[in-house]
């Protein structure tokens, strides 16, 4: 597959990535290099990945533990003083090798560990290929609410290796699947009809589905990189799945939830908002909702539970002077963003979500 040009790097695909990065670390004068994995991909990542290396560099493996739980600012503390321990300097380079908690929270420890320090990219989940690891933004969580700190800030490349899939749970295939329909419901109505019937997927074929996902992401990326404008697309199904996945986060009574299940729920809330509003039709809604409760599970939602999240709506980052923000579909492949929407209705959606 050829390689994808985004703000300033490149997003490679499998063995062009091992290539790439061989020039990479040629052509560079890097003092060491720093692997960040969690203990997930130390295990089941880390022995694939480095038989494809080649370099002379001094390399050290910096892990933590795995969990959205430990994506904080206090992991990232351990992270820089390790790295000063281990003699990290302004030439080191540093690869993120795992999902989106790696790549989110490995992008941040470089960008700001003595001001900046390059890094790459090795997404290993399909969350964490078609999202996570493209666009720029790299963060840790406040607490329970998500991605609160954080940096745009773009890796030196990143690295799209499939195979790595083949050690990802089918709950994370489904968690990542989710920004894939995202993508199709928000700008191509022909790829979202891709995933009407999972069936009919050839997949022998997904390595198409991915690399489309990404050029998606991308090409909206490249229009903002900063979110001011159309990259706000990209927030469907987030404004309430990030507070419905920080709530089930927090709440000792509730099951945590993949990031993705989580959006899979905002997404059909937000569109049956985007119904009441008459920005798509009976049909359309149905068809979304038909789609998407084909492949998720239920989640359940008891009468006390709406308000806690619904208060956690106003820490969402993407609010602008206290108003919540919401970007909604017009119409599949289509979006209106920075849109307002009354509590009544989005109770209204949880009720007609648990019917």
């Known amino acids: 597959m050829q390689s994808i040009q985004a703000n300033s790097y490149p997003i490679h695909f499998n063995e062009k990535g091992?290539?790439?990065?061989?020039?990479?670390?040629?052509?560079?004068?890097y003092s060491n290099l720093f692997i960040?994995?969690?203990?997930?991909?130390?295990?089941?990542?880390?022995?694939?990945?480095?038989?494809?290396?080649?370099?002379d560099l001094a390399i050290e493996i910096i892990e933590f533990d795995a969990g959205e739980e430990n994506k904080n600012i206090e992991t990232c503390v351990q992270i820089w003083k390790v790295l000063t321990e281990l003699g990290a300097d302004r030439k080191s380079l540093i690869i993120n090798l795992g999902g989106g908690v790696v790549t989110d929270l490995g992008g941040f420890v470089a960008s700001t560990f003595k001001?900046?320090?390059?890094?790459?990219?090795?997404?290993?989940?399909?969350?964490?290929?078609?999202?996570?690891?493209?666009?720029?933004?790299?963060?840790?969580?406040?607490?329970?609410?998500?991605?609160?700190?954080?940096?745009?800030n773009v890796p030196k490349m990143v690295l799209i290796d499939t195979r790595y899939l083949e050690t990802v749970p089918q709950n994370e295939m489904r968690s990542g699947l989710a920004e894939m329909l995202?993508?199709?419901?928000?700008?191509?109505?022909?790829?979202?009809?891709?995933?009407?019937?999972?069936?009919?997927?050839?997949?022998?074929?997904?390595?198409?589905?991915?690399?489309?996902?990404?050029?998606?992401?991308?090409?909206?990326?490249?229009?903002?990189?900063?979110?001011?404008?159309?990259?706000?697309?990209?927030?469907?199904?987030?404004?309430?799945?990030?507070?419905?996945?920080?709530?089930?986060?927090?709440?000792?009574?509730?099951?945590?939830?993949?990031?993705?299940?989580?959006?899979?729920?905002?997404?059909?809330?937000?569109s049956f908002i985007s119904l009441d509003k008459k920005l798509i039709n009976k049909e359309e809604y149905s068809e979304i909702k038909s789609c998407i409760k084909s492949i998720y599970d239920d989640i359940l939602f008891d009468e006390k539970d709406i308000e806690p999240i619904v208060e956690l709506l106003i820490h969402d980052k993407k609010n602008e002077y206290g108003n919540i923000q919401f970007a909604l579909i017009d119409g599949i492949g289509k979006i209106k963003i920075n849109q307002s929407v009354e509590n009544e209705l989005i109770l209204r959606a949880f009720l007609d979500y648990k019917s």
């Open 36 to 55: 960040i994995v969690d203990s997930n991909t130390n295990e089941f990542c880390l022995p694939h990945f480095l038989p494809y290396l080649e370099t």
């Open 182 to 270: 995202k993508h199709g419901l928000i700008y191509d109505k022909e790829y979202w009809e891709q995933f009407l019937d999972l069936k009919a997927i050839d997949f022998a074929d997904f390595d198409m589905l991915i690399y489309r996902s990404v050029e998606i992401k991308n090409e909206i990326v490249i229009q903002d990189p900063t979110e001011k404008n159309i990259r706000k697309a990209l927030n469907f199904g987030h404004t309430l799945g990030h507070a419905i996945e920080s709530y089930f986060l927090e709440n000792e009574n509730k099951t945590t939830l993949l990031h993705g299940e989580a959006i899979a729920v905002g997404m059909l809330l937000e």
């Open 115 to 152: 001001r900046g320090v390059d890094f790459i990219h090795v997404p290993t989940t399909l969350l964490s290929m078609v999202d996570a690891s493209v666009g720029g933004k790299n963060g840790v969580d406040l607490g329970n609410l998500k991605n609160q700190i954080g940096v745009i």
């Open 18 to 29: 091992n290539q790439a990065l061989n020039f990479h670390l040629k052509e560079n004068k």
